[in-house]
């Protein structure tokens, strides 16, 4: 059985027969999942084979970028366009109209972000993205044995008008992060602690610690998203749980894969796209991703 439900409104999340199909396999570590509605397909990276892909909505599975600079997590701006995680670049970018990419972001205070990991979009436009030093330390993400050069793990807050700040310094290993609301953020640290946090979120930028919101097991959050209603799809080491606003276990969806991330996309945005491992999966619901466009 592929759904396994802790409370019986699971299963109401998704429609009668539901169960996962893998669109894509062969990959090394895929990740970094976003559905781009301007180009209607969702792009994803294979980390360690320095590639993205792209599934169309007309079901067409294409890659999208060889080499990519190791990219990593994925976003759509406030503009629609899509923002990406470099490791190789140690940068966050832009993907212009015209495919090239612009550098938004690749040092603070004068000194060379680490290894940019995964970014959200704030309602205000802003860009929330964190930088552990996965792509310093390990070469099959882009590391070449370059030292890190800012003084921490952070979390960095792009803001529309250009200014880089870094609201968050209290984190281990920084990783997948989603705004649940204007004012409020969690976020994954998979390091030693693997749990995920909770920031509360204020109008000019700052994040102040509010506690654990929540840890799954086995494995530890890697990406997550949050759906219309407030409930949190996060990734985990047996497939996809989900859990109500609070932090609490609705359910879980395997996979025979550690899962790394998710995303809500598709013609009308119900389809929940998983990356797991190897594969590149899909499986249907009856929600849609919170959404700030």
Same mark, same amino acid.
């Given at each position: 059985?592929?759904?396994?439900?802790?409370?019986?409104?699971?299963?109401?999340?998704?429609?009668?027969?539901?169960?996962? #199909?893998?669109?894509?396999?062969?990959?090394? %570590?895929?990740?970094?999942?976003?559905?781009?509605?301007?180009?209607?397909?969702? $792009?994803?990276?294979?980390? &360690?084979?320095?590639?993205?892909?792209?599934?169309?909505?007309?079901?067409?599975?294409?890659?999208?970028?060889?080499?990519?600079?190791?990219?990593?997590?994925?976003?759509?701006?406030?503009?629609?366009?899509?923002?990406?995680?470099?490791?190789?670049?140690?940068?966050?970018?832009?993907?212009?109209?015209?495919?090239? %990419?612009?550098?938004?972001?690749?040092?603070? #205070?004068?000194? =060379?972000?680490?290894?940019?990991?995964?970014?959200?979009?704030?309602?205000?436009?802003?860009? %929330?993205?964190?930088?552990?030093?996965?792509?310093?330390?390990?070469?099959?993400?882009?590391?070449?044995?370059?030292?890190? #050069?800012?003084?921490?793990?952070?979390?960095? =807050?792009?803001?529309?008008?250009?200014?880089?700040?870094?609201?968050?310094?209290?984190? /281990?290993?920084?990783?997948?992060?989603?705004?649940?609301?204007?004012?409020?953020?969690?976020?994954?640290?998979?390091?030693?602690?693997?749990?995920?946090?909770?920031?509360?979120?204020?109008? /000019?930028?700052?994040?102040?610690?509010?506690?654990?919101?929540?840890? $799954?097991?086995?494995?530890?959050?890697?990406?997550?998203?949050?759906?219309?209603?407030? &409930?949190?799809?996060?990734?985990?080491?047996?497939?996809?749980?989900?859990?109500?606003? /609070?932090?609490?276990?609705?359910?879980?969806?395997?996979?025979? #894969?550690?899962?790394?991330? $998710?995303?809500?996309?598709?013609? /009308?945005?119900?389809?929940?796209?998983?990356?797991?491992?190897?594969?590149?999966?899909?499986?249907?619901? =009856?929600?849609?991703?919170?959404?700030?466009?």
């Amino acid at each position: 059985m592929t759904l396994h439900a802790t409370r019986p409104e699971f299963l109401d999340l998704f429609p009668a027969g539901a169960a996962p #199909e893998q669109l894509g396999s062969g990959y090394t %570590w895929a990740e970094g999942p976003t559905y781009v509605p301007a180009r209607t397909r969702v $792009v994803f990276s294979d980390v &360690r084979q320095n590639r993205t892909w792209a599934y169309t909505d007309a079901g067409e599975l294409t890659e999208e970028m060889n080499p990519s600079n190791y990219q990593n997590g994925h976003t759509v701006d406030a503009q629609g366009c899509l923002i990406a995680c470099s490791h190789g670049e140690r940068a966050l970018l832009r993907q212009e109209e015209d495919g090239t %990419w612009t550098t938004l972001a690749s040092a603070f #205070e004068g000194q =060379r972000l680490s290894s940019p990991n995964d970014v959200a979009l704030h309602p205000d436009g802003s860009l %929330w993205f964190t930088d552990p030093t996965y792509g310093l330390t390990k070469p099959e993400e882009g590391g070449r044995g370059e030292p890190m #050069e800012v003084p921490g793990c952070w979390v960095y =807050r792009l803001s529309p008008d250009g200014t880089l700040s870094a609201p968050i310094r209290n984190r /281990d290993m920084p990783n997948g992060l989603v705004f649940a609301s204007a004012d409020t953020l969690l976020l994954a640290d998979t390091g030693k602690n693997g749990a995920t946090y909770r920031y509360r979120v204020t109008p /000019d930028g700052a994040a102040t610690l509010e506690g654990e919101h929540f840890r $799954v097991s086995p494995g530890k959050t890697d990406g997550l998203r949050v759906d219309e209603a407030g &409930r949190i799809w996060s990734s985990a080491g047996d497939g996809v749980h989900v859990l109500t606003p /609070d932090g609490e276990e609705l359910g879980r969806i395997a996979f025979p #894969e550690v899962v790394s991330n $998710v995303c809500f996309g598709g013609p /009308d945005g119900t389809t929940l796209y998983v990356t797991a491992t190897s594969g590149f999966w899909r499986i249907p619901t =009856r929600t849609r991703a919170l959404s700030w466009h």
